[in-house]
Each structure stands twice: as structure tokens, then as C-alpha cells.
């Protein structure tokens, strides 16, 4: 489900920057955001009572609001695709105040947000970083990746992913032995059933694209994730409509080779809670969270979940990351 809501978000945000559809334009302070008023209601019940309950508003093509320390918090959460950090900075890569969009750092020291500009109007949802540079990679396999330079605070295009029209929706970036990794969704339909998902490999030193093997299993909005040198794919669902999901696989650089892993202390659930060498990882909106849960070698039973359970009622707009924590903040008082 969180997959299949995440690519409508994409859509209904290529429509919005194409201009598409586009019914209200809602103004704070002097910045102008276009939306869709039903993606707005939808996620946020601030919009929904105010679209619904007969307002003023309503019937406005250009709605200002007020309170600035709520609008923008709000309306900025439904523009957010994707988030890395580096160091003290995060990077988001979201919707800009007037359209188009933007990578925006923002400096955990001094509490402050900067825009940065993309190169044209391009989007993305997946960012990765690899040596000085943050890999910007968007699941419109049309569009050309780019990749920003920190320290010089420029952009580049990098090589294309491809122009197979089978293939969608390339996955979060993974870094394994200092190359990027990315999968997509094949939906080439064959005798019944879609086609596995293709693996492909990006070498930043040539800046070339290979294409590497095939899952064992069809994969659409799964997750790419690095665990112990190691590439995963975990969670998503099978085929691109129906909430099938999917098994956890493990690929091998040696033999260029997909397999399945094995679920054995994994109850069945629907929170994304997965196991990968020895550890639970919770699969939440397509970020891998390590859960800090330690499976003992010779465990035979399952690993209870019903803690966890919050993590479920996280919003399917939300864009996670991780940060590194202050030592000042893990001191006991």
C-alpha cells in the first residue's frame, strides 16, 4: 500500500509540475504554491475542513493563509521525495515555493533551511551520496540523472539509466563497494506474469550504466538497501497494481546472481519488519529502518512485533533519513 501511494504522490507531483490538474494556488506570505485540492484534503485535515465544510475558501482559485507556522510546515510535507545527510547537513530533494523543484539542505547546527536550485525542471525521489557528491536519480527513467558537487556546490549530468520502456520506478540508491546500485520494476508481461526486476550498476570513474541481473521475483516499489557489504531488496509488492508482496533477496557480486532469504524468525505482518542477517529491519514508505533488534545465532522463536506498532501509523508522505545523534544527547543524566 505505501508503495502504490508513493508513486500516486509522484504522479499527482508530475502533474503539479507539468501544471496538470492544477484547481487551487494557495499563498504564504509572498510565496505561491500550486496543488490539487483533493491531494491536499487527502493529507491534511486542515484542507479537508476547510474544502468541505461550505468556507470561503472553497471556491477560491488563489487562497491566502495566515498562519505562516502551520501552512508552510504542511504544505512543504506534501512536496518531500527523498532525504540524505552528511554530517550536520540534511538534504531533501522536494517541491519548490513556485514550482519546479529543488534540493534543500538544511544545517542541524545553526537550525537553518537553504534552496538549492535544481539545473532545469527536472524531479527526483532518490538521492545517495558517494564521495563528494550527492547522486540525484528520479524514478522517470527519461529523466537525466544529475549528481551535485558539496564542495563546489554545482551540477552535472551523469551518464542515462536507459530508455527500456518496460522498466519503472528505479529504486532508492545503494552503495556497495563504491558504485551505485539502483533497481527497476520490469513490467514486461510474459505468459501470465511480469518479468523480474532488473538490477543495474552505475561506476562513477567511467560514468557509465551496466546492467546486472535479474531478481529471483517480479519487484515494484521495493527497497534497495546496503547491509554488511551486502545488497538487499526487500519489501513492495509483486506486480504493479495488486499488494502482493514480495520476498526478501540477496544479490552476489561474485556470481552476479539473485537469491531468496529465508523468513524464519519473521512472523507474518504489516508493519514491513523483515530479517537480514541476524537483524529486523522495519521497510517504512521505502526506507530500510534497522530496528537495533539482534537475532541470536541457533534462535528458534519468532521475533515479537507488537511494540512496534506505531511505526505503522507513520504517514505515507513522509521522507526518512538517518542522522547521527550528539554524544551530549546519549549522556545519561
Known amino acids: 500500500m505505501a508503495a502504490s ?14 501544471g496538470q490538474f492544477i484547481d487551487v494556488r494557495l499563498k504564504v506570505s509572498d510565496d505561491v504554491f500550486t496543488a490539487h485540492r483533493i491531494v491536499l484534503a487527502a493529507s491534511s485535515d486542515y484542507f479537508y475542513a476547510m474544502f468541505t465544510n461550505g468556507m470561503k475558501e472553497s471556491r477560491q482559485e ?26 550536520c547537513n540534511l538534504f531533501v530533494a522536494g517541491q519548490a515555493p513556485v514550482g519546479g523543484f529543488s534540493l534543500y539542505r538544511y544545517d542541524t547546527e545553526s537550525n537553518a533551511w537553504e534552496m538549492k536550485q535544481l539545473p532545469s525542471t527536472l524531479w527526483f525521489n532518490n538521492l ?15 529523466q537525466v540523472p544529475q549528481r551535485y558537487n558539496i564542495g563546489k556546490r554545482q551540477w552535472q549530468s551523469i551518464s542515462n539509466l536507459g530508455t527500456n520502456i518496460y522498466y519503472q520506478a528505479c529504486n532508492i540508491g545503494a552503495i556497495v563497494h563504491q558504485s551505485i546500485f539502483v533497481l527497476c520494476g520490469n513490467t514486461n508481461y510474459i505468459e501470465g506474469r511480469y518479468e523480474p526486476a532488473v538490477l543495474h550498476c552505475f561506476d562513477p570513474a567511467k560514468n557509465e550504466w551496466k546492467e546486472k541481473a535479474r531478481t529471483c521475483q517480479p519487484h515494484f516499489g521495493s527497497s534497495l538497501f546496503e547491509v554488511n557489504g551486502k545488497l538487499f531488496v526487500a519489501g513492495g509488492r509483486c506486480t504493479p ?11 552476489s557480486e561474485e556470481t552476479n546472481t539473485w537469491s531468496i532469504v529465508k523468513q524464519e524468525h519473521i512472523p507474518a505482518n504489516n508493519l514491513g519488519a523483515v530479517e537480514i542477517e541476524g537483524r529486523v529491519y522495519f521497510i517504512i514508505n521505502q526506507f530500510p529502518f534497522d530496528s537495533g533488534i539482534r537475532i541470536s545465532p541457533g534462535e528458534r522463536y519468532p521475533v515479537p512485533l507488537d511494540e512496534w506498532e506505531n511505526l505503522g501509523k507513520i504517514e505515507q508522505c513522509a521522507v526518512l533519513c538517518y542522522l547521527p545523534l550528539k554524544r551530549e544527547y546519549t549522556k545519561s543524566e
Do not use: W
Open 5 to 18: 501511494s508513493e508513486i500516486l504522490l509522484l504522479k499527482c507531483a508530475k502533474f503539479r509540475d507539468e
Open 62 to 87: 488563489m487562497i491566502e493563509l495566515k498562519d505562516e507556522s502551520i501552512t508552510k510546515e504542511r504544505i512543504q510535507a506534501t512536496h518531500c521525495y527523498a532525504a540524505v545527510s552528511v554530517g
Open 128 to 142: 545517495c551520496i558517494l564521495g563528494d557528491y550527492i547522486y540525484a536519480i528520479s524514478s522517470n527513467l527519461g
Open 241 to 251: 497494481n495488486l499488494n502482493y508482496p514480495t520476498p526478501v533477496e540477496v544479490y
